[in-house]
């Protein structure tokens, strides 16, 4: 069993940066394709960012292309978004998720494990 949990999150003003973190515990994230959504207050959790478990492709909504960037560290187990440029519409809970051997997928069910999320907001 695989525990994530996400860091990071908070108030920050249109324009700004935010980084956040999601440490991985119980399993190694070497094998597994790590994933990022987000949910707004009435809407569906949606797809934000992915790193392939192997070779470091990464994948992103248009949304937040050349906004966000997506890194993984495994020797500190550890997965981040650096989210730059923030505006309202990024104002979010954020969660990461990881897919055994995932191929990038955009659908949340294919992702096993899953953190309970942090808040940022953005404000305008």
């Known amino acids: 069993q695989m525990r994530l949990v996400e860091s990071g999150g908070g108030l920050v003003q249109a324009g700004g940066s935010l980084r956040l973190s999601c440490a991985a515990s119980?399993?190694?994230?070497?094998?597994?394709?790590m994933g990022w959504f987000r949910q707004a207050p009435g809407k569906e959790r949606e797809f934000v960012a992915a790193i392939k478990w192997s070779g470091g492709r990464t994948y992103f909504t248009d949304s937040v292309k050349g906004r966000f960037t997506i890194s993984r560290d495994n020797a500190k187990n550890t997965v981040y978004l650096q989210m730059n440029s923030l505006k309202p519409e990024d104002t979010a809970v954020y969660y990461c998720?990881?897919?055994?051997?995932?191929?990038?997928?955009?659908?949340?069910?294919?992702?096993?494990?899953w953190g309970q999320g942090t808040q940022v907001t953005v404000s305008s």
């Open positions: 998720a990881a897919d055994y051997y995932g191929v990038g997928s955009t659908v949340r069910s294919q992702y096993e494990y």
């Open positions: 119980g399993r190694s994230l070497s094998s597994y394709t």
